[in-house]
């Protein structure tokens, strides 16, 4: 039986909401992220947290609507609750050089260079956002971190495949789409 609820998991620019939209378009399942209930909305984005209650409500509720969904994103410090929900959990991780290449990618499709660079109006909140993504491969000193994740992931119930290294998003859509419940606890991809 193929998994019909799969949590997506990363670092941020893993590329794990990149797989999710792949996963839901060639599925038909429902994509959601943990950004949106994450934060709330503010512009510029990504500046004020929502409450821990109300990101699990706001799951919670999306998730009970449909019975094939992909979630996208890291819960790791607030989404255990949500943990008995998954069939499977998929974590990307990529190396560390070419992931921060991709979030300064995105920043700047996101932002504009000209809103970055220095004297831009958001020059200093991109590089804290940098350091702070830049410490998830090496540092314990964020919350997200490989070393954090790693040891979520060996408390889940549920089967976990892993896809490490630069890989292609037809090629993580056609790993995903291979597994099949009951054979096993985790997968290498």
């Known amino acids: 039986m193929r998994p019909r609820r799969i949590h997506i998991t990363g670092a941020a620019g893993s590329g794990t909401t990149t797989l999710g939209r792949a996963l839901a378009a060639a599925t038909g399942a429902v994509h959601l992220d943990t950004d949106d209930v994450y934060w709330l909305p503010t512009d510029p984005p990504f500046r004020e947290k929502r409450q821990i209650p109300d990101r699990l409500a706001l799951l919670d509720d999306a998730l009970g609507r449909t019975d094939r969904w992909l979630l996208a994103g890291s819960l790791i410090g607030w989404g255990d609750p949500l943990i008995p929900r998954f069939d499977l959990v998929v ?64 408390r889940l119930p549920c089967p976990v495949l892993r896809i490490e290294g630069d890989t292609t998003v037809e090629d993580r859509v056609r790993r995903v789409l291979s597994v099949r419940l009951g054979e096993g606890r985790a997968w290498q991809g």
């Open 91 to 154: 974590f990307l991780l990529i190396p560390p050089v070419l992931r921060m290449q991709r979030l300064r990618d995105r920043e700047v499709e996101r932002y504009g260079a000209e809103t970055l660079a220095p004297g831009g109006a958001m020059h200093a909140t991109h590089h804290a956002f940098l350091d702070w993504a830049e410490a998830y491969d090496t540092g314990t000193r964020v919350s997200r971190n490989l070393q954090a994740h790693e040891a979520w992931l060996s």
